[in-house]
């Protein structure tokens, strides 16, 4: 169902794939009004500086960089998926689906070495499906409640939940154990740049309360991604990941 497969997040810019599920979105227009926003005129406020900072430094930015070859940017792309894996390999195991687990961390090995540090997803091409967790997700599968929905300065759409868990994911980021703050803040930039980049092509889809659209989008994507998109069906969504991996 359409309803279920949407964008987590237009401007937390981790998710790469916010690009086809904002499509979605676009094409539904049975958001759920009964979000839990008690927060709404704060949340609504730090939106627009959010928006302004986007207009006035990232999106410009991320239009210069959009003239960059492809597959530099592929590399891009494929270097700050692979940091990812340990968060997504230990989270794997708290959620018991050792399976995965071995699936994910061998990627990171097999990628760091073989894939010059990530850069090339030679994983992929083994067979080894890429997949994406944190904890947050794996709160939500303990029985954690969302709690009310956040809008974070420059992080973006947010849950109480999803803020308890911004500790763990970070120690558990490859980034967060380096000790050259210049490199740390640096990668941090240009995976932020890459993502909105990437969002450059499909932000003209957005219709109606863009607050609204934001919102509904990041609550039934966390609630996508928790049930793993199972008991989903839509072609249309594999279309999207294809253009994503291209």
Not at 132 to 147: H, I, Y
């Amino acid at each position: 169902m359409i309803s279920q497969n949407l964008s987590k997040n237009l401007y937390n810019w981790n998710v790469k794939k916010a690009l086809f599920l904002i499509v979605l979105l676009s094409l539904n227009s049975n958001a759920d009004n009964s979000i839990n926003d008690p927060f709404e005129e704060i949340n609504r406020a730090t939106f627009e500086f959010n928006e302004s900072l986007d207009i006035y430094l990232a999106k410009p930015v991320a239009e210069v960089y959009s003239s960059f070859p492809k597959p530099i940017k592929k590399g891009v792309t494929n270097f700050f998926d692979n940091l990812e894996e340990i968060d997504t390999s230990f989270n794997q195991l708290l959620q018991w689906k050792p399976k995965k687990a071995i699936n994910d961390f061998t990627r990171f090995i097999i990628n760091t070495s073989i894939g010059l540090g990530g850069i090339f997803d030679v994983a992929t091409k083994l067979g080894l499906e890429r997949h994406e967790e944190d904890f947050g997700q794996t709160l939500a599968l303990w029985g954690v409640p969302s709690g009310p929905y956040l809008m974070l300065p420059v992080l973006g759409p947010s849950s109480v939940r999803d803020l308890a868990s911004k500790p763990v994911s970070s120690l558990l980021s490859v980034t967060f154990h380096m000790t050259d703050d210049d490199v740390n803040i640096s990668l941090k930039a240009i995976d932020a740049l890459e993502t909105r980049e990437r969002l450059l092509e499909i932000e003209s889809l957005i219709s109606g309360d863009k607050y609204n659209f934001v919102k509904d989008s990041y609550i039934q994507y966390i609630n996508y991604e928790i049930m793993d998109g199972e008991n989903v069906q839509d072609d249309f969504i594999d279309d999207m990941d294809d253009f994503l991996i291209e």
